[in-house]
Every structure is written in structure tokens, then in C-alpha cells.
């Protein structure tokens, strides 16, 4: 689907004019929409949202209001696609802009991940191949996962997700992010070179030696998210010798190397939480999207908190969501259009929803991996 440019009148207005239209067209919608904001949303954002979360609280959320007649999710279009699968048929989940997607969610598509299915079939049992999608993927990549007894997981319940993947299989396909995959296993005592290969869509099968492909665990996707491959060890070692009682708090889709030398990771919801729990006087490293690591720095200011990157490092697809998108989408609805509805097509919906409710059943287990 491709976004229309807004209409004109919305180009125009103040950042207060749109600021109070959300509200009034939020105030004549009332209970029949909720807006859920993503932590990564601008603060513009996430001032008028009813719920913010990571994806695993806000799916939980999207799933918690069966009497709202709209979901209007400010976050990307896997979001907005599993809110729709998790939400029932009278219900209508929006996506302000249609262009917010997420770049490592476009790494694997549903052919890549089929043919990469069909050719490690050629060398093991794919009954005892558990496939595992992090919740950044495609509807159909959810329901592939879904058709062939796997689960969806988040940042925030990855392990329960592998754990429970091992109990049903002996190994796990694990895509999109090969980092999150990697982080996990890691932290759940497996090898990164012994029990993981790395299995690249544009190289048959994988580019992987079929009997490095039999002694694998976790077979990992070559995907990964652009915001969080910024952060480096040498970002880590910086801010050590800059402020020697720093902490550094990262999220699981960067790099091993990164995960390792960082004190504590986990989902965006993790990284809110430890900040708000903090000391104060505190210093505080992180590495994450800018939006959500600003707003910790506003929000407490009896801490240090700063990104790891001097260079800022938005999601261009999260900031997608700009607030006379919000705008239009809301005042439409309010006058009876319904703009820039999800909507995943029934068998799709059916298989993934299968998967997705799997996931909600492994609880989110934001431990301190070194706490
Ligand atoms: P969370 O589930 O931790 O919010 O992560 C979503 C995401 O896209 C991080 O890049
Ligand atoms: Fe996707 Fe990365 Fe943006 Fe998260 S931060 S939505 S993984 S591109």
C-alpha cells in the first residue's frame, strides 16, 4: 500500500493547532479508538497515546480491547499487521502513515524463507525444526511460522521463545534478526560458532556447508536492524574511560560483541524500566533508538542519560508517524472514513494469529542478563 500525501490543510497547521485537534477529534472518538505508541514514537507522539509499550506489551494491549471499534497504532506496519491478527474481525487497526515499515522486517520474505525451508529439508528432519520469527517480520512470515509449529517472539520473551522451540524440536530457525537469535542462544550457554551458522537468502542453501548445517542448533537469518548495527564496542569503551561509573544498557538486536561488553540489555520496555528504577545521581550509556533514549534523559533528570552514539540515530520508519498523520487519520475516523486500515487477509490471519498467541503465552522475561 502506498501513502497519499495529506491534504493540503494539513500541511500548514502549528505544532499546537495539531496538537489540539488530536486531542478534540480524540475527545469526539471517545472510547471507540485507542491509540497506542510505540517507545520509539517522537514525544509529539506519544503525548496523545492512550498505551505505550515495547511490541509484546502493545500486542498484549491491542489484544486487551475488544470493545474499541479502532486500534490506531503509532508504530510500523508489523506492529499495526499483528494488532490486526490479534484484535477480532469488527475491529479496524490504522496505521497513520502506511510508509512507516521497518527495514529488517523487509529482510525476509515469504519465498526466501520457503526456499531456504525446502532446501535444509534436503539435509535434515524438518519435523524436528522449530521455526521461531521475531515479531519484526511480515504477516506471512508469521503465518509460515505458524503452519509449521513454531511461535513469534519479541526482544522481550526471545528466550521463553527458544526455550520453548527446544523442548518441541532439536533445533530452531530463527529469523529475521540474526542478532537477536544470536544474543539469546548465547545467553542461554549454546556457542556462537559451534551450535549457530549463519544462513544468507541470496546463496544456495544459505551459503552453509550442509554438515556445518547438521550440527547446528539455531540457524540464523542474515538480517539485522540498521539503527541498532551502529552501536560498537568502541562507543562502550568510550564512554567507560568518559564516565567511569557508567552503566550501559543496550538493546539484544545489536551485535554480540556489543551485548557482551554492555552491563545489562533488553526490549525498549526493559530500558524504560531500569531507567525509571535507577538511582538517582546514576550515569546512564544506551544504545537505542534516540527518540526513546532523549525522553529518559527528560523524564529523569536527576540521572545522567545518554545515547551511545554521538551521531543521532532515529528510525527513519518510526518517525514516519508524524502527528498530522495522526491528525488526519483520527479526524477522519471521527467523521466516519475510515483511512489507512491493516487489514491481513483471512488464512494469513488465521495461521499467524496461531503463532502470535503462542507468543503471548511465553511470558516477557526482561531479566538483567548481568545484573
Ligand atoms: P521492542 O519490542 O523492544 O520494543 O523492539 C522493537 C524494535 O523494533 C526494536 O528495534
Ligand atoms: Fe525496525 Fe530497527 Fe526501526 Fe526497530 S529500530 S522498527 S528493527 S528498523
Redesign the pocket.
Known sequence: MVQQPLPAEYTSLTDDEVSSRIEAAKAKLGKRAVVLG??YQRDEIIKHADFTG???KLAKHAAAHPDAEFIVFCGVHFMAESADILTTLDQKVILPNLAAG?SMADMANRFQVKTAWKQMGQHLDLSEVIPITYI?SAANIKEFVGRNGGAVC???NARGALEWALERGSRVMFFPDQHLGRNTAVDMGFDPDEDMVLWDPFKRMGGIDPEKLKKAKFILWKGH?S??ARFTVEQIEKARKDHPDVNVLV?P?CTLDVVNASDLDG???FIKKTIEDAEPGSTWAIGT?INLVSRLGQEHPDKTVFCLDPQICP?ATMYRIHPSFLLWTLEKLAEGEVVNQISVPEETAKWSKIALERMLEISADPKAKKA
Do not use: A, R
Open positions: 510505540h517507545h515495547d511490541s509484546y521497518c519484526n519479541t526482544s522481550s536492524c539503527v541498532h538493546h538486536e526490549s525498549t520496555e533508538e528510525c
